[in-house]
């Protein structure tokens, strides 16, 4: 049985992150993006890193942040893998001596594949909604045939996520990985460990499916 890797976004506190860990997630995602409810300061980022135990993988995730914005913070905080959701070219991405991944926005004319190939050199690409003038993090899905074709990088399914459409969501396009945030939560930015553990098990019983 292949398991599908499971990554919990938007943590902004230790606790969040232990929490996390202990349920079985397999990276935790923090957020540089002002304007999102869920950003944190690489204060906050780095006392979060700083209890994630070995081989959980910290994900950054910024927005069209200048380059050295992203590298001040990645000589702040431990990060292992980082997140692009902004407009930002292949060429942007591979130049921080990290494994990244760059989010797609789905909508209906966008040519995944094509897009694809823009982004070869990274690790994946995310699939997250679209909603005009936001970069993620919208918690609503997309429409799941859209993205039912082959692609030749791996994906990482994100938008709208949560326990009771996970499975059905697998079922559909069989990703590498999947990324919740909202889903999982009591409110922006506050974590549900209960959310999180249910969300977990709805993977691996996908998973036993497949």
């Not at 209890?51 to 990645?74: G, H, K, N, S």
């Not at 902004?86 to 990244?100: D, I, K």
């Not at 945030?181 to 506050?190: H, L, N």
Request: charge should be neutral; include cysteine.
């Amino acid at each position: 049985m292949t398991q599908t890797r499971i990554k919990i976004c938007g943590i902004t506190t230790v606790a969040d992150a232990r929490n996390a860990v202990d349920c079985g997630a397999d990276a935790i995602g923090l957020v540089f993006y002002a304007r999102s409810p869920r950003a944190v300061t690489v204060e906050q980022a780095a006392a979060i890193a700083a209890v994630v135990p070995p081989f959980v993988t910290v994900v950054a995730l910024f927005v069209d942040e200048p380059a050295d914005t992203v590298q001040r913070i990645l000589s702040g905080v431990a990060i292992d893998m980082i997140q692009f959701h902004g407009s930002e070219t292949a060429q942007f991405c591979s130049q921080f001596a990290r494994p990244w991944i760059k989010a797609l926005r789905v909508k209906p004319g966008v040519d995944l594949a094509a897009a694809c190939q823009q982004y070869r050199q990274g690790r994946g690409i995310l699939l997250d909604s679209w909603q005009d003038g936001v970069p993620g993090g919208t918690g609503t899905a997309f429409d799941w045939s859209l993205a039912a074709h082959a692609l030749p990088l791996p994906v990482v399914l994100a938008g709208g996520l949560n326990e009771h459409n996970v499975g059905a969501a697998m079922a559909r396009l069989r990703p590498a990985a999947v990324d919740v945030s909202g889903g999982v939560e009591r409110a922006p930015g506050s974590k549900d460990a209960r959310k999180i553990e249910r969300f977990i098990a709805a993977v691996r019983s996908a998973d036993s499916l497949v």
